[in-house]
């Protein structure tokens, strides 16, 4: 969506485009390894600059290449980035990057999966989440011994174009209603400002109808009726709960892909961030959010026929060929599902004649 509206500076030499990687900690460096695998088999013009960023360093400097390379490159695909560091000053790498990058918006299409045993069948829910500010403004202090205070940092500015962004999403997408989730019973100032600035710009979109609900109630509703919605505009963490609801409800933390956008960059990345650290290195973890937010980054670029393929790769491989990975109830392992989607791909790419 967002290339639709600005001009989006995409390095590109040769008829290839440069892409910033950032593998990450936990399972984010092997994913990696897994697009760049498909990747070549299916004869992608995109090249890599992948950076490392070191999660016990104390000094920024490698995230501060990270964010040059990306604002150079003007897309990244990324795996979760940890902050190890002992001194409380170091603030998460995750955040800081969404925030000098000022990649206001996040979008998390959740979509059911034919051939996954779920929870729930055909959801079809876009989530689009602020991602700078809310609750992750990281301002947090010891007023006095034992008493902590956090402050939540809502703007009307930037819950302005994040309405704006949801009330456009709908119109391009064909997208009927927006659901604000907020807290402004209790968080009248905060939540109030959020849920008011969306209220104000549904007025000036009488073609898509609009309303709001509680965040409470709005975890309750997901589990026991989540047919109801359509685009859920949320604050930061509570765009975070939903999603990882919702996540939950169609299959887990290894299949959707998430999006973030600013006005001048893209950053592509599994769903729900996770780290993974406990299933690192044992070839199990799935691949596919992570092989999603990879046909996302193609699509961004207008790859548009690299992007078909390696999504019927995908869809096949996980619909028809049932190849799932023990978090989807199977006996697959990383690779085994790696490789049939390259299979898939060398197969589909002949008959596209992309390669
Ligand atoms: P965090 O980033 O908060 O540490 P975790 O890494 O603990 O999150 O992930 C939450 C859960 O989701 C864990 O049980 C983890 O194993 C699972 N998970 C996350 N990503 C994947 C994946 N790609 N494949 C399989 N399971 C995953
Ligand atoms: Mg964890």
New binding site residues.
Partial sequence: FAKKVTPIPKAKYGGRHAVTMLPGG??GPE?MGYVKEVFRYGGVPVDFETVQIDPKSDSNEDLEYAITSIRRNGVAIKG?IETKSLDTDVISRNVALRNELDLFVNVVHCQSCPGIKARQKDIDIIIIRQNTEGEYAMLEHESVHGVVESMKVVTEENSERLARYAFDYCRLHGRKKVTTVHKANIMKLSDGLFLEVSKRVAKEYPDIQHDAMIIDNTCMQLVANPHQFDVMLTTNLYGSIVSNVICGLLG???LLSGRNYGDHYAVFE?G????????AGKN???????LNASVDMLEHLGHDSHAEVIRTAINKTISEDHIH???LGGQATSIDVVQNIIKHVQALSKKCQIV
Wanted: no cysteine.
């Fill in positions: 936990g399972i994913l979760n887990g933390a290894g599994p729900t961030r996770n780290t993974g650290t406990a299933i199990i973890a799935n691949p596919i959010a992570m990975t023990p978090d």
